[in-house]
Nanobody, 114 residues
Framework: QVQLVESGGGLVQAGGSLRLSCAAS????????MGWYRQAPGKQREWVAT???????LYADSVKGRFTISRDNAKNTVYLQMNNLKPDDTAVYFC????????WGQGTQVTVSS
């Protein structure tokens, strides 16, 4: 059973930065596709970024140039570096691992004040 634990969320002013971490249990994390999603109050969950096992990255247009996804397979951890944060980035951020099925973390709150 895969478990994902996110951390690193918090309250930051607009223009600030945060780095989210997602620690995965189990050996499949190094060969799985990992992604970050977010859900703002009253809105549907939306995709933010993806990183493949080979290191290829994809980003939603709304975060491109500001967010960077990376992974450390030795630590079974994926990161989301978020720079130049905006109030619209306020949401609960979820980590997802995809390997034959999807696994989700519990989420971490990010609040950006104007």
């Amino acid at each position: 059973q895969v478990q994902l634990v996110e951390s690193g969320g918090g309250l930051v002013q607009a223009g600030g930065s945060l780095r989210l971490s997602c620690a995965a249990s189990g050996s499949i994390s190094s060969i799985a596709i990992m992604g970050w999603y977010r859900q703002a109050p009253g809105k549907q969950r939306e995709w933010v970024a993806t990183i493949t096992s080979g290191g290829t990255t994809l980003y939603a247009d709304s975060v491109k140039g500001r967010f960077t996804i990376s992974r450390d397979n030795a630590k079974n951890t994926v990161y989301l570096q978020m720079n130049n944060l905006k109030p619209d980035d306020t949401a609960v951020y979820f980590c997802k691992l995809s390997y034959f099925r999807d696994y989700w973390g519990q989420g971490t709150q990010v609040t950006v004040s104007s």
